[in-house]
């Protein structure tokens, strides 16, 4: 089957390049001489994983190059929007079954935005019917301070495209109380998080802040995560696990969002970003340089496992020498 071997990126190593383009939502792989003839077939069907290979000319630039490159983009993926949809659902359903297998339970942090239609293929078969939607706790790492039913918030665009299409018992969906001021509704959420860490339905990473088992990231053209955004002294928060934010440079204004040390604590973060508009931050994101208040992406790290998973859009930038 074909998407069998997609999700398997064994295959890949240093040595393979690939040259790819998207044309009418179709995927095209030219693949050069490195590799044996058997392989090439199966590799129709990889994603476009960067290898050092330049778009722009029809040669391999050099191996060395590449393993350069190789070691910069690990644990980044790079496909159609399709398929970016697909192979999220695949991981967010093996995450899910692991976790569910050994603590019982399953704590994902979505964003808003972009994120929620890539987790269309989630509400399909096979992961529909095969996920232990029960043991599913499903929380925000930032929300916009409006009502749930408002166009901006991030619970109401979650609902519509996902939660309502499955059966997570609402009791298990964390979503902040839209009563309260900024302030007040963060100060809530974090006593949310601190009994269920108490009770232990959210892991504690050594440094006592939460550790959740999956944290979908989203990330803005400005490099933004959750509501952290350049510049803000947000960005510098050790101490509280949420916080507010009432002069978002984005609008609505007023927002609650967690904070680095609780996503940096997560077991596995997914960056999900797609669309040219955010290549710039995230080949300076991935080349690891920037490391400021700038580009808050670049300050996402893990306890455990960062995957990114890009559109060619967001790519872009990194198939040019
Ligand atoms: O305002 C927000 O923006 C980011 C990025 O959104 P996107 O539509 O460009 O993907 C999102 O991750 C965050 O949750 C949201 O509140």
Do not use: F, G, T
């Given at each position: 089957m074909a998407f069998s071997v997609a999700f398997s990126t064994s295959l890949y190593t240093s040595q393979t390049c690939l040259l790819s383009s998207e044309k009418s939502n179709n995927l095209f792989l030219k693949t050069c001489s490195l590799f044996p003839s058997q392989t090439r077939k199966k590799l129709l069907f990889q994603p476009l994983r960067y290898n050092g290979f330049s778009t722009e000319r029809s040669s391999c630039v050099g191996i060395v190059k590449a393993i350069q490159f190789e070691n910069w983009f690990k644990n980044v993926e790079v496909f159609t929007k399709e398929h970016v949809a697909v192979l999220l659902a695949h991981d967010i359903a093996q995450h899910s079954n692991r976790f569910i297998r050994e603590r019982g339970a399953f704590t994902v942090v979505l964003s808003g935005g972009?994120?929620?239609?890539?987790?269309?293929?989630?509400?399909?078969l096979p992961h529909a019917e095969s996920i232990d939607w029960s043991k599913w706790h499903v929380f925000w790492v930032d929300e916009r301070?409006?009502?749930?039913?408002?166009?901006?918030s991030n619970y109401k665009l979650a609902y519509d495209g996902f939660l309502s299409k499955v059966p997570i018992p609402p009791v298990n969906i964390y979503s902040i109380?839209?009563?309260?001021?900024a302030d007040g509704a963060a100060d809530v959420y974090e006593t949310t998080l601190r009994r269920l860490v108490k009770n232990g339905v959210i892991a504690t990473s050594p440094n006592g802040f939460p550790k959740f088992d999956l944290m979908l990231l989203g990330m803005g053209q400005d490099g933004h995560v959750a509501s952290l955004f350049p510049r803000h002294s947000l960005l510098k928060e050790d101490q509280k696990w949420v916080s507010f934010i009432?002069?978002?440079?984005?609008?609505?204004?007023d927002r609650i969002t967690l904070t680095f040390p609780v996503i940096n604590s997560s077991s596995n973060i997914a960056m999900v970003v797609t669309g040219a508009g955010k290549n710039n931050a995230v080949f300076s994101a991935l080349r690891g340089d920037e490391k400021s208040d700038k580009l808050p992406v670049g300050l996402v790290s893990s306890e455990g496992e960062i995957k990114w998973y890009l559109d060619i859009g967001a790519a872009s930038k990194l198939f040019k020498d």
């Open positions: 972009s994120l929620i239609k890539y987790l269309r293929k989630l509400v399909e301070v409006v009502p749930k039913d408002h166009l901006e109380d839209d009563a309260l001021e009432k002069d978002s440079p984005k609008p609505p204004s």
